[in-house]
């Protein structure tokens, strides 16, 4: 089903059958999992299936990368033991002096990483606003910026980076561009055909999609010598995937379209009723007609505006921390993309120096009735202010 002459099937066929992969051995309708450290070498001393020892590779990594491949129109993926661990060998594959541009707004954790590691490893950075084409033009140098990195929508303000143009921008200056595409799921956006090199997601979010497996992936658009170092980075450092995490994985991914679909859908309807609630001074969702970004995130997500949102409240970081306080089918946690739906203040989490405001809330939307997820945050700022208006001045 991967052979280019095989005709080309749909993203929710693709996903359903995890690419119709079955097991050639047994005749099973799900491919194994290997747990096996190590392989048979031939009796004249050659490995002739590539496969030596599994710090380097496992077959049950092979049906994640293909359909991750197929989904993102990507020549060769590779699946890591975390979505950090797959962004940090891009950046890790870099040389030293090669200047690196990356997204005011982004990924904290990373954000973090970046500025710890390009000092070490005698890499320049520059943060921009990706959104401002003529400020990310300026801060290219010639022949030393060898990376551009983007994030879209960004984390957590949902602001929309435009692909295309960047991705143009960065080739007529040879500078490469990689794209973390975690909140927009290889469904509603695919980085590659925009023009991108190299789009890394956080499997722990959507791809895998119920909260229990730490994973990340890369996808390439083609196999080059930067790509190699990616991939041996990741053998020699043993940045792997447990192979039942990658079996887990798989499983996670087949029902991926029915998931993103159901997230996009509650996140537009929370962020429809939420703006109109007198509580609220602001939604952020790249879906809403009023986001500035909502042309551009027209062009470039499709089917959907993604399951992510962001509230500010009128009455400040108390109310806030008050709401995820007081709902009850909002889990209070870190991370998004499951299918539980998920709050968070998360200037709590950033912590000093954030640039996210101190009244917002971080929304993940999960599949539950849209409905029912909105009486419990209404309810839950209702009582969260109440309780601050009551309290003695
Ligand atoms: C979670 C996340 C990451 C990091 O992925 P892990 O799997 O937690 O290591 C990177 N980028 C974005 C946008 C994320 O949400």
Redesign the pocket.
């Known amino acids: 089903m991967s052979s280019t002459t095989d005709k080309k099937f749909s993203a929710a066929t693709l996903l359903a059958q995890a690419l119709g992969r079955t097991d050639p051995d047994t005749r099973a309708v799900v491919l194994p999992m290997h747990p096996a450290t190590t392989y048979l070498r031939d009796p004249d001393n050659q490995y002739s299936t590539g496969r030596i020892y599994s710090r380097a590779d496992n077959p049950t990594y092979e049906p994640v990368e293909a359909l991750l491949c197929q989904l993102e129109n990507g020549a060769d993926a590779l699946v890591f033991g975390?979505?950090?661990?797959a962004?940090t060998a891009v950046f890790q594959a870099l040389q030293p002096g090669d200047h690196i541009i990356a997204p005011k707004v982004m990924?904290w954790?990373?954000r973090n990483w970046l500025q710890q590691f390009t000092a070490r490893w005698q890499l320049t950075l520059d943060f921009v606003d990706m959104r401002d084409l003529q400020q990310l033009e300026q801060a290219i140098q010639p022949r030393k910026t060898r990376l551009i990195w983007i994030?879209t929508p960004d984390?957590p303000l949902w602001q929309v980076s435009d692909i295309e143009a960047i991705a143009s921008l960065a080739k007529a200056h040879g500078c490469l561009t990689a794209v973390?595409s975690?909140?927009a799921t290889p469904l509603l956006t695919q980085p590659l055909n925009l023009g991108a090199d190299i789009v890394m997601h956080?499997?722990?979010?959507y791809l895998n999609g119920h909260s229990d497996v730490?994973?990340?992936a890369l996808i390439s658009k083609v196999d080059s010598p930067f790509w190699q170092t990616i991939r041996s980075i990741r053998a020699q450092q043993g940045a792997v995937l447990s192979p039942r995490d990658a079996h887990e994985l798989l499983r996670g991914m087949r029902t991926l379209h029915l998931r993103v679909r159901e997230s996009c859908q509650n996140a537009l309807y929370l962020a429809t009723a939420l703006q109109a609630n007198p509580l609220v001074a602001e939604v952020l969702y790249p879906g809403l007609p009023e986001h500035p970004d909502h042309a551009l995130a027209q062009r470039q997500m499709q089917g959907g505006f993604g399951g992510m949102l962001s509230v500010r409240l009128k009455h400040g970081a108390e109310a806030a921390i008050g709401v995820a306080a007081r709902t009850k089918l909002w889990k209070r946690a870190t991370?998004?993309g499951g299918v539980e739906s998920l709050i968070e203040h998360r200037a709590s989490i950033e912590g000093e120096g954030t640039p996210v405001p101190a009244d917002l809330l971080r929304l993940s939307a999960g599949i539950e009735t849209a409905q029912e997820l909105l009486e419990d945050f209404e309810q839950a700022l209702e009582l969260a202010v109440q309780n601050i208006t009551k309290e003695p001045q």
């Open positions: 975390s979505g950090m661990a962004a990924y954790a990373l994030e984390n973390d975690t909140c956080s499997a722990t979010k730490i994973a990340g991370s998004l």
